[in-house]
């Protein structure tokens, strides 16, 4: 009997002892507060600022292209061509300092050395007024083709002089480079593939470089 009671009283006070430790965690422990890291981030998120690295490449400088006329047959510029120089002069694809090529070009009539001649000074009289304008003359390139390259038929079906075409052949035609393009920052993904052929590139070279079993 004796045994018993000590036994009873140990597993009362094991309940006792239990009960009291489950009043002392039974209290409402304060929750941890969010830290603004907190929550899903995207692995192509980039912490240099908002819309940064988003890969979207702004549209490049494309080359200017225009065709200068000399309708009359002379190398005299127009009025109409010294406002159409004058545009081009005050263009963005001017200011990005690129090269610039003049191709002269001119009608049939006449021979093909007074041709090449008279596609020449046309292009020479564009020339002159970019220069006079501040463009550096290092930058032009001068080209003469004569009447080996005409847009519309210098002569008729029937053999006879097609004048609306000659004045259309005589042109200069006119090609600014940028000399630029607008670079974009390589996207996450593109940066990894490269660092992964860069690290690959040594070890597919010392695999070559071992001598055949």
């Known amino acids: 009997m004796i045994r018993t009671a000590t036994q009873g009283r140990n597993w009362l006070a094991g309940i006792a002892a239990c009960a009291m430790l489950g009043a002392c965690s039974s209290g ?27 890969g979207i490449a702004p549209e490049s ?3 200017l292209e225009t065709t200068i006329s000399f309708a009359d047959g002379t190398p005299e510029l127009t009025e109409a061509a010294r406002a159409e120089l ?6 963005p694809q001017m200011g990005a300092g690129g090269a610039i090529v003049l191709r002269g070009h001119s009608d049939s009539e006449g021979s093909d050395e007074a041709n090449l001649e008279a596609s020449r000074l046309k292009a ?3 020339r002159d ?16 083709f ?17 004048e609306e075409g000659r004045a259309t052949n005589r042109r200069v035609e006119v090609t600014v480079e940028t000399g630029r393009t607008t670079e974009r920052r390589p996207s996450l993904i593109e940066t990894i593939t490269e660092t992964d ?3 690959a590139a040594p070890a597919n070279a010392a695999q070559s470089a071992s001598p055949a079993q």
């Open 28 to 54: 409402d422990a304060p929750e941890p507060e969010a830290t603004p890291t907190d929550g899903p981030r995207s692995i192509f998120q980039d912490d240099e600022g908002e819309g940064a690295g988003n």
């Open 146 to 162: 004569g009447e080996q390259n005409p847009v519309a038929p210098n002569a008729l079906p029937d053999g006879s002089p097609n």
């Open 124 to 126: 020479e009289a564009v």
């Open 61 to 63: 400088l494309r080359p």
């Open 86 to 91: 004058a545009t081009i002069v005050d263009s």
């Open 197 to 199: 052929a860069a690290d």
């Open 129 to 144: 007024f970019l220069v006079e304008n501040g463009v550096a003359e290092e930058r032009i390139e001068v080209i003469a």
